[in-house]
């Protein structure tokens, strides 16, 4: 049989999908970094309120439809009913089209609307209508990507990821480039942009909504290019047992998706419906600290403003937006890897749960916990120690990339439990509890926008608002989805080996990666190449007292090498110095 059938070891699979979303995070950096320098940081916070906006559906189409498609094909897969697992597939695509195309006819009527009188800046709808066809693009990619991955078979996944990053960088930024181009052409020969007159003072923010839409449009492309190679993928075989593609009913399939995609799309839906309102009320929030208290945020980021953040009453706000997604931007890598193991751990709890083998699935779920503390936590723990200059690097020391840096102090100790949100969530639904993350992703929805209200409105506290108020409702969620998985498994995990240890020395390596950088700021200027420089060693100090800190605390066990590649050999090497 072939690797498809086969499937790959539960952390080998979320090694390929860990270093393919690395991957696509530094892709995803490489495409962003220079957009905001071409659209601004205003045009940022176009771009991203498009992502909220549609995000329902993007979200429920891109992470909702696959987790349906790869626990009802993983599900079928370890009982050995080869004949069901094609026709998930089969069944999957007119479907979730169907859903994914409702979604978006629905959120385009409603777009000019919600620009107009919920945002106040109606310029914001020409991102939203770029990335529509996105969706639809991303649903087909979904559906493959979960038959995969309920096969056990990452890599797929991890290529398409890749690909779809590859295009977006290309196409985004050449987009983004070109529609400024262009509005720049037309307004010096017709004094419009696309037909209408800005006026001198609105051309700057009406370029930066080309600009964002643009960019938007190379999403969409990398989306199709992601799509088109899955579907190639598809049409070269699945390794599946011979006589497997027997035809069965597809109503009884189609119904065990939609069971299995309602609890999950709650959840997808919970979480970006306050996105939405995130996106919708923040930008608020944040200008209402700076009506009281505009010294407050000029303290942060060098005691002034751009020009174009206050030309108009609409571009303040979303120029803090804009500021707070481009920490989000850096931030959302933890939970980005975290997921990894999580959609790895999905077919694998899945199938110990349906064999029945409890030992089996305990030790399946503290691998997942423990795998992505591992990789989260010195990442969160990094971003927190090196957040101002590693954002005023990537996004210049200006007031931008000084408030993005504020944020992502907070930001990254804040990633540490929405990291273990994922994959915890993920579990649940493999042992048949997909109906719980949602509940509980609504309450801490609720409190974190509650928080965020508060917060985000005080002068003293503005921007780091964000951070603390994700603290706080991740941390609770966390804690009741860990709860809640023991509970449904009767299993009982140690916390300290799994999420213990590898807390501890994440701090100790940011630590060291803090003092390391202030160590050789006195050395170094902090300019041109010394940027690098610094970095580089505040980073590589980290990552090595990460490593030997680990080894000391006897925090990677035999078996977890044992599932590497070349694990046996690595284990050997360290067993014969007394390291495991």
């Known amino acids: 049989m072939k690797q498809g059938a086969r499937g790959q070891s539960f952390l080998y699979g979320a090694l390929l999908l860990t270093g393919g979303m690395a991957a696509v995070k530094v892709l995803g950096a490489l495409f962003k970094i220079p957009l905001q320098g071409i659209v601004g940081a205003y045009g940022m916070g176009l771009f ?74 109606p310029l914001a709808g020409a991102p939203v209508a770029a990335l529509a066809p996105a969706v639809l693009l991303g649903t087909v990619g979904a559906v493959y990507r979960g038959y995969w991955e309920g096969l056990r078979n990452m890599a797929p996944t991890a290529l398409s990821q890749i690909l779809e990053a590859v295009v977006r960088l290309g196409a985004g930024l050449l987009g983004a480039w070109a529609a400024m181009a262009w509005g720049r052409w037309e307004w010096a020969s017709r004094g419009t942009v696309l037909g209408g007159d800005p006026g001198p003072e609105g051309l700057p923010l009406a370029l930066a909504a080309l600009g964002a839409a643009g960019a938007m449009a190379g999403v969409t492309a990398g989306c199709g290019a992601s799509a088109l190679y899955l579907w190639a993928k598809s049409r070269r075989g699945d390794g599946l047992p011979l006589g497997a593609g027997r035809d069965t009913p597809s109503g009884p399939v189609g119904r065990k998706l939609l069971s299995i995609l309602l609890p999950v799309g709650a959840g997808s839906l919970a979480g970006n419906a306050a996105g939405l309102l995130e996106a919708s009320l923040l930008p608020r929030r944040l200008a209402a600290a700076w009506e009281a208290s505009p010294q407050a945020i000029l303290s942060l980021c060098g005691g002034s403003l751009p020009q174009e953040a206050l030309s108009q009453p609409q571009a303040l706000p979303t120029f803090l937006y804009g500021c707070c997604a481009m920490a989000l931007t850096l931030s959302l890598l933890v939970p980005a890897v975290a997921q990894a193991f999580g959609a790895s751990a999905l077919p694998a709890v899945t199938q110990a749960w349906a064999r029945g083998r409890g030992e089996e699935l305990r030790h399946r779920m503290g691998a997942v916990l423990h795998g992505a503390a591992l990789f989260s936590f010195p990442l969160g723990l990094g971003l927190a120690a090196l957040g101002e200059p590693l954002a005023q690097a990537l996004y210049g020391e200006g007031p931008g990339g000084r408030l993005a840096g504020a944020a992502l102090t907070v930001l990254g100790a804040a990633s540490l439990p929405t990291a273990l949100c994922g994959p915890l969530s ?72 799994l999420l213990g240890k590898p807390l501890l020395c994440a701090l100790l390596c940011a630590g060291a990666a803090w003092g390391c950088f202030r160590g050789i700021g006195g050395l170094v200027p902090w300019q041109g190449l010394g940027k690098a420089l610094s970095l580089g060693a505040s980073v590589g100090a ?39």
Not at 455 to 482: I, K, M, N
Not at 552 to 561: D, G, I, P, Y
């Open 48 to 121: 991203h309120t498009a992502y909220h906006y549609l995000g329902p559906v993007f979200t429920l189409a891109t992470a909702g439809f696959p987790v349906a498609v790869s626990r009802l094909v993983s599900e079928q897969a370890a009982l050995g009913r080869w004949e069901q697992v094609r026709r998930a597939r089969k069944t999957a695509m007119p479907l979730f089209l169907a859903l994914g195309a409702g979604g978006v006819g629905l959120l385009g009527l409603a777009a000019p609307w919600y620009c107009r009188k919920v945002l106040g800046d």
């Open 426 to 497: 993920s579990m649940l639904q493999g042992v048949g509890r997909a109906d719980l993350p949602p509940k509980f992703l609504a309450l801490a929805m609720g409190v974190k926008l509650g928080a965020e209200w508060v917060l985000c409105a005080l002068p003293q506290v503005h921007l780091l608002g964000l951070g603390l108020a994700s603290f706080l409702a991740y941390g609770l969620l966390a804690a009741a989805l860990l709860g809640a998985l023991c509970r449904e498994t009767g299993a009982r995990l140690a916390l300290w080996p």
């Open 542 to 580: 980290g990552g090595c007292v990460y490593v030997l800190s680990l080894l000391f605390l006897r925090s990677v066990s035999k078996n977890e090498l044992f599932m590497l590649p070349k694990g046996q050999k690595i284990a050997k090497m360290l067993e014969k110095r007394g390291w495991i």
